[in-house]
């Protein structure tokens, strides 16, 4: 089964950085597209980005394109995404997960049709 986490959350001032890392410790994910997530309390998770199987494309979605990049290291079963510009409404637990669809599928930004979740990471954006 494989085991996801997500490590490098923390707390920043706002026009600062982060950079999040998505390991998968357990049984190597089939995946095509990989992605990450974000989620408020009491509100509903949401799609951030997603990158291609090979790391050469990737999606974002629009309050974060500019500002935040995604990318993949297969050989490492590792994902990262570089959080740069943050702005206090970026506070969330950010999530990874990954799906057998393709990027590019409209259903890869719904966080329902995801198996697997792991341990998130807290990101916190001060004013």
């Known amino acids: 089964q494989a085991q996801l986490r997500v490590s490098g959350g923390g707390l920043v001032q706002a026009g600062g950085s982060l950079r999040l890392t998505c390991t998968n410790s357990?049984?190597?994910?089939?995946?095509?597209?990989m992605s990450w997530f974000r989620q408020v309390p009491g509100k509903e998770r949401e799609y951030v980005a997603a990158?291609?199987?090979?790391?050469?494309?990737?999606d974002y979605v629009d309050f974060v394109k500019g500002r935040f990049t995604i990318s993949r290291d297969s050989a490492k079963n590792t994902m990262y995404l570089q959080m740069d510009n943050l702005k206090p409404e970026d506070t969330a637990v950010y999530y990874c997960?990954?799906?057998?669809?393709?990027?590019?599928?409209?259903?890869?930004?719904?966080?329902?049709?995801?198996?697997?979740w792991g341990q998130g990471a807290q990101v916190t954006v001060s004013s």
């Open positions: 997960s990954a799906t057998l669809l393709s990027l590019g599928q409209p259903a890869v930004r719904n966080w329902k049709i995801y198996g697997s």
């Open positions: 357990g049984r190597t994910l089939p995946a095509n597209t």
């Open positions: 990158v291609s199987r090979n790391g050469g494309s990737a």
